[in-house]
């Protein structure tokens, strides 16, 4: 039985795409992260002021909070889509394989670790000499 193997060179230009490819989801994540710390800042700023109907709130806060809103869920999509597509070009399709390797750091050459959380939503990535030192 053939199995595939890559040369060397073969393997660290793969290498080079897929960090090339994570480093734009680090980009999309702190871009998401920092959407969403906006939401919650308009959140937060936003009060009900009690009045003999009810409570109220002031429609400028509300605008804000829609905006930001509607322009976060795009992004969200697109950061989920990146991390699949991330995965998708490291493990095979099959569940019944993909399944034993959820929560599982990748080691990446020359030194780094990746892990795509259950629920794509992000990835992680490390400095495999930094994580040794701990």
């Known amino acids: 039985m053939n199995f595939i ?3 060397p060179a073969e393997s660290r230009s793969h290498e080079e795409v897929f960090l ?3 480093n734009k989801i680090l980009l999309l994540q702190q871009e998401v992260n920092e959407m969403q710390e906006q939401l919650d800042k308009v959140m937060e ?3 009900k002021r009690e009045f003999e109907y009810g409570h109220v709130v002031e429609f400028e806060k509300i605008i ?3 905006q930001i809103s509607e322009a ?8 989920k889509t990146a991390v699949l597509n991330l995965h998708n070009s490291l493990f095979p399709g099959d569940i019944s394989i ?3 390797f959820f929560e599982v750091w990748v080691s990446v050459h ?3 670790l990746i892990r795509f959380p259950y629920d794509f939503e992000s990835i992680e990535v490390r400095n495999a000499v930094e994580s040794q030192s701990h």
């Open 98 to 100: 993909t399944q034993n």
């Open 20 to 22: 090339t490819d994570a």
């Open 72 to 79: 976060l869920e795009p992004k969200r999509e697109e950061l």
């Open 45 to 47: 700023s936003i009060q």
């Open 64 to 66: 804000a909070l829609k």
């Open 110 to 112: 020359p030194s780094w």
């Open 5 to 7: 193997s890559l040369t």
